[in-house]
């Protein structure tokens, strides 16, 4: 079984300063894939990020990085010099990358507010 | 190209009537997803689809539900007998390699 931890229900960060969103994970499997997904009040989930168990770096995607820590079972978003068009639900997700076992376990969020 | 779309947008239905919610995959992509979102249980997994295998049904929490995905492409995902705890969004999601991109999502209200 998987499961993902995100601590922080929500966050509010002034604009143009960057933002740690945590997630920690626990799973038995050898190999997994950890995401990022981004919600906005629209509602549509909009991948943002994802870091492979073995890939030796962090993953990066323009403004977003992740910080891998494997040893520590976490994989933290980082957002560097923030928008107001930032502020949505965030979730961190997790899948075994076996085939045929390809469901995601998703976190419960983190709110991510902007301030201008 | 076009993401993954889902219709409908909105549905509201009475306790007990059957619903039907479409999901329109990503062209090319050969597994497809559906996930459902409350407040109560977050996220959580329903059903899977992957080319001609068998479909995944573990997350499927009754039998009132039900899903078909036809020639590969288009999954339509059925509720019969509503209840007012289906109420919540019902996402899709496709991929053909390990990230899956998710539709707008069906938000489906059973009065």
């Known amino acids: 079984a998987q499961k993902i931890t995100q601590t922080q229900p929500g966050m509010f960060v002034q604009e143009k300063e960057a933002v740690t969103l945590d997630c920690t994970y626990d799973?038995?499997?050898?190999?997994?894939?950890l995401f990022w997904y981004k919600q906005p009040s629209s509602g549509e989930m909009i991948f943002l990020i994802y870091q492979g168990s073995y890939d030796q770096q962090n993953a990066t995607e323009g403004r977003y990085s992740l910080n891998f820590q494997k040893a520590r079972k976490s994989a933290n978003l980082v957002i560097s010099a923030s928008q107001l068009g930032d502020s949505a639900m965030y979730f961190c997700?997790?899948?075994?990358?076996?085939?045929?076992?390809?469901?995601?376990?998703f976190g419960t969020g983190t709110r991510l507010t902007i301030i201008p | 190209g076009a993401g993954v779309s889902q219709s409908p947008s909105n549905k509201v239905t009475e306790k007990g009537k059957d619903v039907e919610l479409r999901c329109d995959p990503i062209?090319?992509?050969?597994?497809l997803y559906w996930y459902r979102q409350s407040l109560g249980q977050g996220l959580e997994f329903l059903i899977y689809?992957?080319?001609?295998?068998?479909?995944?049904k573990s997350g499927l929490p009754s039998d009132r539900f039900s899903a078909e995905r036809t020639g590969g492409s288009v999954s339509t995902l059925t509720i019969q007998r509503t209840q007012q705890e289906d109420s919540a969004v019902y996402l899709c999601?496709?991929?053909?390699?390990?990230?899956?991109?998710f539709g707008p999502g069906t938000r489906l209200t059973v009065l």
């Open positions: 062209s090319g992509h050969t597994a």
């Open positions: 997700a997790m899948r075994p990358t076996n085939f045929g076992n390809e469901k995601l376990t």
């Open positions: 689809f992957q080319g001609n295998s068998a479909p995944d």
């Open positions: 999601a496709s991929s053909v390699g390990d990230t899956q991109y």
């Open positions: 799973t038995s499997d050898p190999s997994y894939g």
